[in-house]
């Protein structure tokens, strides 16, 4: 199944609270994970924006909204209890608890304050987001962002020479930390018609390794097949190289990666279009920050008397 959106997780919370004791926020994780049976992949899953996994991140929203409803408090540091109120609520017994059913308390209503009714009745919001907490709304506007910018720069890179691409992968390369990050340990070699490969970076500083690069600026929706790969490998197989980076704005076909993971002799990488366009976006190359939005939380450490 897929993760519970973060008001699935509120019920759930007041049941497992219901018996007065004190649960640590790292025990409720584990149970409620077994409760809902995730999966180890979708434990995994971080969200967006961020470091934080994706799970917890909607379990602490639910937290948050239950405690200013006052159906949960926290006794100590990082541990909840459920409150006179949230007992009322159990003995209820509503078929959701989720942000509208909050809205009768009045806590609730003072944290979210008129925002919300203000912007529904100007229509500016579709009702299904308000089932998502905060951090979700922010992430999914975050993704909408990221693969619209990432479609512009590998628009963008179509709009130039194939020169400029060989250029730019170098580039790229070099921003990411090969040849020291610097430019003179990097070179383009695709004019020179060297033998199918476009050019050549050390990857470390003292240059004890090279990695060799095909690059090629080809049509977004064409593909990459074994046969491309094989002339590369015998490019490298000539140069003497043990690494290789291929590098397209197209796509590989299934054929062209499994004859790649079959290579012993060398190692080479592939990065299509999708990744060239994630990476580019990542290191800064052809792009540059517009706004910085800081997300902040709790510094559990700092706050932690044993350790003083």
């Known amino acids: 199944m897929s993760i519970p959106k973060y008001h699935e997780f509120m019920k759930p919370i007041l049941e497992m609270l219901k018996d007065n004791q004190a649960y640590k926020r790292v025990e409720m994780y584990r149970i409620l994970s077994e409760q809902f049976n995730l999966l180890q992949e979708e434990m995994e899953e971080i969200i967006p924006s961020g470091k934080q ?3 917890k991140s909607r379990i602490g929203w639910a937290l948050t909204y239950l405690k200013k409803a006052k159906l949960v408090e926290s006794p100590a540091r990082a541990s909840f ?3 006179k109120l949230g007992q009322s609520v159990i003995l209820e017994n509503p078929l959701v608890i989720d942000r509208n059913y909050l809205k009768k308390y009045e806590g609730f209503k003072k944290f979210i304050g008129n925002v919300e009714e203000d912007t529904l009745i100007s229509g500016n919001i579709d009702n299904d987001l308000l089932d998502e907490s905060p951090q979700d709304l922010f992430d999914r506007a975050y993704k909408t962002i990221s693969n619209t910018l ?3 720069v590998l628009m963008e890179v179509m709009n130039h020479s194939p020169y400029f691409f060989e250029k730019l992968v170098v580039d790229l390369l070099v921003s990411m930390g090969y040849g020291g990050s610097k430019v003179e340990n990097s070179q383009i070699l695709g004019k020179s018609g060297d033998e199918g490969v476009d050019g050549v970076i050390k990857e470390d500083k003292l240059g004890f390794d090279k990695i060799y690069i095909q ?4 049509d977004i ?7 491309e790969l094989q002339k590369f490998v015998g490019a490298l197989t000539g140069q003497g190289a043990a690494k290789g980076a291929f590098i397209t704005t197209a796509r590989f076909t299934k054929e062209a990666k499994e004859y790649v993971s079959k290579q012993h002799a060398c190692k080479i990488v592939l990065v299509d279009g999708k990744i060239l366009a994630a990476l580019m976006i ?3 190359l052809g792009v540059s ?4 939005y800081y997300l902040k939380r709790i510094d559990t450490d700092y706050f932690d008397e044993e350790s003083i």
Request: glycine share 4%; net charge neutral; hydrophobic share 30%.
């Open 53 to 55: 996994l994706l799970y």
């Open 81 to 83: 209890r459920i409150t």
């Open 150 to 152: 990432a479609d512009d």
């Open 215 to 218: 690059a090629k600026r080809w």
């Open 221 to 227: 929706d064409r593909t990459v097949g074994r046969p």
């Open 282 to 284: 990542e290191h800064n």
């Open 289 to 292: 920050i517009e706004n910085t």
